[in-house]
């Protein structure tokens, strides 16, 4: 039971343009959100979070949405550059359990 | 300030054999994830200590475990290694606050032959 779903497995945009990564996920009791960003050979690096008392948070190209009655959140990247082309995953926790659920990851490329 | 280091980079393995994988978390962390993410998949939440005590653990076998040490480092342990254990293994640290972002190390590539 896949609880969070990235069903776009790659996706690539125009330098300059926007980028929209999009997350599903599907268990309710989810309260805080993190989108991670994957080179290869390396860890995942932290980009940005959301709680789910907001439904916008913002860090300078990068600005994560939520929308809790559709269980969805959404990263935009403006404006793209190529060194942004990486896989990201998002991941979901709750306040009970402190466990991250990640997905399966977009890969972005970014075309110069 | 150094960030999580994880040892080996690599692994190899046979079949049936034991695998132990380090890792160091972030300066004043007590938390410490375990996470392994398989060809094509996403990372599969493992084990997490805090304070030296197991807090949680995803679906995976008993051969599956780990500790933490008082220093706050981590093994991971993985018993009668099977072929589809061979993965990229990766720990992350946290405050240890409750909710809060994990910082990744750079991962140990486990293959298993």
């Known amino acids: 039971d896949q609880q969070v779903k990235q069903n776009s497995p790659s996706l690539s945009v125009q330098e300059g343009r926007i980028s929209i990564l999009n997350c599903d996920y599907t268990n309710s009791m989810f309260d805080y959100f993190l989108w991670y960003k994957k080179y290869p050979a390396e860890g995942p690096t932290f980009l940005i979070s959301i709680s789910s008392i907001k439904d916008k948070n913002e860090d300078g190209r990068f600005t994560v949405f939520l929308n809790k009655s559709a269980k969805h959140l959404s990263l935009h990247i403006v404006p793209s550059q190529p060194g942004d082309s990486a896989v990201y995953f998002c991941a979901a926790s709750d306040s009970g359990t402190y466990k991250y659920i990640f997905g399966t990851g977009t890969r972005l490329k970014v075309l110069a | 300030e150094a960030g999580v280091t994880q040892s080996p980079t690599h692994l190899i393995k046979t079949r049936g054999q034991q695998a132990t994988l380090r890792c160091s978390p972030i300066s004043g962390h007590t938390s410490v994830y375990w996470y392994q993410q398989a060809l094509g998949l996403g990372l599969q939440f493992l084990l997490w200590?805090?304070?030296?005590?197991?807090?949680n653990r995803g679906n995976f076998p008993p051969r599956f475990s780990g500790r933490q040490f008082p220093n706050y480092s981590s093994e991971l342990n993985v018993n009668a290694l099977e072929l589809e254990d061979s993965a990229l293994y990766l720990c992350a640290s946290s405050l240890g606050q409750g909710q809060e972002t994990q910082y990744f190390g750079p991962g140990t590539r486990l293959l298993v032959l």
């Open positions: 200590y805090d304070e030296g005590e197991e807090r």
